[in-house]
Every structure is written in C-alpha cells, then in structure tokens.
C-alpha cells in the first residue's frame, strides 16, 4: 500500500499539484478500504493512520515537507547607514519645525491576493525546485493601506480595488458632475 500511496504523491506532484501530510493520510485510508487490498490484508482494517506512521512513511521514501521556492530580493548592504541617516532627518524636521508627534505618520500600502495557494508540499528531499500549480489567479488582488501617527493613534484601513474594465456612461446627455464615475488604478 505504501508503494501505491509513494507512485500517488510522485504523480500528484509531477502534475505541480500540492500535497499535505492531512491529504496523504485520506488517501492511505482510502487505499486501506479498497476491496482489492481488503483481501490480501485483512488486518489492515483496525490500523490506525497516526502521525507517527506519517512520520516513518516520510522516512522510508525519503520524503519531507517543502516549501516552494521563490527568488528573494536582496537587501542593499549599506542598510542600516541609510536607515540611521533617514532617522536622524526626520528627528531634524521634527526639533526643526516643531511638529507634534500628532502629526507624524507612517504608511504602507499592502497586497492582499484573492487566491492564496499553499506553499507547502510534501517532496522529496534535496530537490533544487519545488513548484506548485495553482489556479491562475493568485495574481488577483487588492491593496490595503495601513497606517498610525508617532502618537500610537492607528487610522482607519482603506482598500483599493483594481478595476480592469471602466464601464462606460451610458446616457451621454446628462451633466458630468450626474453621471457615475469609475476609478481604475
């Protein structure tokens, strides 16, 4: 049954397709209550997939949980001189002009995707590239933006959704200032 459970996770990921220890279980109890392996094993029935006999199988076929691989940006190396230098400007600005913390804010602006694949996979172990396959639209997503004064107030969250097709208004004869307007960013 093992041999069956390894030739199914090779195939599922020669295909690119994610495979989880949860998934690998379901599918050994499957194979377990199949009638052609009922009878050749029928003690089978009262076996207990467990984490520990996840654990062994990982083992024996040389398997482990992976995660897929990405290209990384790198860093610049002179990091920490740029930071402390930004820093010390702003605390310029700041004694400078007499701003209140009030008035000091920070800012960033966040992808947050329609579609998240799992990123882990159970593959066999040393291998360069993982890759997992996915349905085509982890790419679709939304912006949030956060952000919070030097005070500690945080402010309200907004969201931007992109909009790729910007309807046209159809009745022409009205005012611009009446007619519905779509932003596309």
């Known amino acids: 049954m093992e041999d069956d459970l390894f030739a199914w996770i090779s195939e599922k990921r020669a295909n690119?397709?994610?495979?989880?220890?949860?998934?690998?279980?379901n599918k050994a109890i499957s194979l377990s209550k199949s009638p052609e392996f009922l009878a050749n094993n029928p003690g089978i029935a009262g076996f207990k997939f467990s984490t520990q006999w996840l654990d062994g199988f990982l083992r024996r076929y040389d398997l482990s949980n992976r995660r897929r691989t990405t290209v990384a940006q790198q860093l610049p190396s002179d990091l920490i001189e740029k930071q402390n230098i930004f820093l010390s400007y702003v605390m310029y600005l700041r004694i400078h002009n007499k701003y209140q913390l009030k008035?000091?804010?920070?800012?960033?602006?966040?992808?947050?995707?329609?579609?998240?694949?799992?990123?882990?996979?159970?593959?066999?172990?040393?291998?360069?590239?993982?890759?997992?396959?996915?349905?085509?639209?982890?790419?679709?997503?939304?912006?949030?933006?956060?952000?919070?004064?030097?005070?500690?107030?945080?402010?309200?969250?907004?969201?931007?959704?992109k909009?790729?097709?910007?309807?046209?208004?159809?009745?022409?004869?009205?005012?611009?200032?009446?007619?519905?307007f779509y932003v596309s960013i």
């Open 16 to 25: 690119g397709n994610s495979v989880t220890r949860k998934l690998i279980t």
């Open 103 to 161: 008035y000091i804010g920070n800012m960033d602006e966040t992808p947050i995707w329609f579609d998240m694949p799992n990123n882990t996979t159970i593959n066999q172990k040393g291998a360069k590239t993982v890759s997992i396959r996915t349905t085509g639209y982890e790419r679709s997503s939304f912006t949030v933006i956060l952000a919070c004064m030097a005070d500690g107030t945080k402010l309200p969250a907004v969201c931007i959704f």
């Open 163 to 180: 909009l790729k097709n910007i309807p046209k208004c159809m009745d022409l004869k009205k005012p611009f200032w009446q007619s519905t």
